[in-house]
């Protein structure tokens, strides 16, 4: 039976790559196992699968009947649909740990690392199988956009260790350059509809009981985005109206190292109870915060009393 490996809701770089490396480590271990993942690529994402040769994973947002293996998030919210009608094998994954379950035990590794490409590049050390040198490109592209080129605050020692071995199996001389490529594919907002870019990198939580949406734009300069501003606005008060006590649209400037926060809840003063400062209008700006998640979700969390 194939075995599904898949990345999260609103793939982002690190959830389609670690699909990849990780059903081709799966497979030269002997399982049938493919790469999937649940969406259309970000403009980043298909910058990096071309620029390494590899084309873009199946689409599967379903998981009933099928054999699957979760990378790059652990909570249901992010999950394919029906997870409890699939089996659920394996999670490969450096976020909190969410609220998946299974019935029996299963090979379940996490650490806090900046990237899940930091762990392939670990477990396929482990299993003493080599790196292809397009699938060391693509995982040394996953960290260097999980981490924003070491800045996040997520980034650890093991993830830039991993990035410098990786560098070398792929034959990359200057990584920033290659950074600087694939955030300049990121910070591509032109033409975009408001709706889209809410979306290209979104992650619904639950708080608390509540549903509450993250979405974040990473831009080389927020001026980018300054004749949307108002489109983003209304597209997070109809995503916000579609079922959800609050969502919040990180825009972040990777250059300057913050975030403006754009908000739209039932209740704004979560916000100032999260990050001691209150709305300045739609956004407030809080500096130094590169990081959904271990910037915007744990205060968030304890700010809704989860
Ligand atoms: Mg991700
Ligand atoms: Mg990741
Ligand atoms: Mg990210």
Known sequence: MTVYV???????????????????LKKSLGM???????GELNPETQMVLDKFGFSAPEIVTDAAGKQVILVDHG?????????????LLE????????????????????????????????????NKVDIPANVAGILLCAILSDTVMFKSPTCTDEDKKACDELA??????????????????????DGVPAKDLLFRDYKDFDMGGKKVGIGQL???????????????YKAVEEVKADGRHSVFLML???????????????????????????????????????????????????????
């Open 168 to 189: 070398k199996t792929a034959g990359v001389a200057d990584m920033e350059a290659l950074a600087m490529e694939m955030f300049k594919a990121k910070s591509a907002v």
């Open 252 to 306: 972040t400037d990777i250059m300057k190292e913050g975030t403006d926060l754009m908000v739209v809840s039932d209740d704004p003063s979560v916000v100032e109870k999260a990050f001691g400062k209150k709305l300045e209008g739609k956004t407030v700006w809080v500096d130094g915060m590169m990081s959904r998640k271990k910037q915007a979700v744990p205060p968030l969390q304890e700010a809704f009393g989860a």
């Open 75 to 87: 909570d249901l919210a992010q999950a394919p649909d029906n997870l409890a009608d699939g089996e």
């Open 32 to 38: 049938d196992a493919v790469a999937a993942c649940q």
């Open 91 to 126: 999670v490969v994954d450096h976020h909190k740990i969410g609220d998946v379950s299974t019935n029996g035990p299963i090979f379940f590794y996490t650490k806090p690392v900046g990237c899940t490409g930091t762990i392939l590049k670990e477990l396929y050390d482990v």
């Open 6 to 24: 898949i990345g999260h809701k609103s793939p982002d770089t690190d959830s389609v790559t670690a699909a990849i490396a990780y059903a081709g």
């Open 218 to 232: 990473e831009l080389v300069d927020l001026s980018l985005i300054e004749d949307v501003r108002d489109d983003l």
